[in-house]
């Protein structure tokens, strides 16, 4: 496995359980309320298919794949900045954007 590949999936499980860990906490919300919870297993779903995808691609030469290196890392990195977007910007109607992610 090509290391660019595999340091994308092993930060985005990072990542990924960061934001679970957060939610935990209570630190950190999509501001939705309950509706959170449907962040927080969408976000388990999606540690599992990434942890399965890890152990599936890890045989595969991405040096003669490139085009699948690509989009791997292509969706790996559009997961993460679009649970960033979710948990600023875009976060929902109960706890609206204020500045401050935390809290």
């Known amino acids: 496995m090509n290391t660019s590949i595999k340091a994308t999936f092993i930060l985005t499980y990072i990542f990924f359980a960061w934001v ?3 939610m935990d906490k209570g630190w950190v919300t999509f501001g939705l309320g309950l509706g959170d919870y449907v962040y927080l297993y969408a976000i388990i ?4 298919f990434t942890t399965v995808a890890f152990w599936k691609t890890r045989k595969i030469d991405f040096k003669t ?3 699948l290196a690509l989009i791997l890392m292509t969706v790996l990195i559009a ?3 679009y649970t960033i977007l979710m948990l600023t910007i875009y976060r929902g109607p ?3 954007w204020d500045g401050h992610l935390l809290g």
């Open 65 to 67: 794949r490139k085009l």
């Open 79 to 81: 997961s993460c900045v």
């Open 45 to 48: 779903l999606w540690i599992v």
């Open 94 to 96: 109960e706890l609206p």
């Open 20 to 22: 679970l860990y957060e």
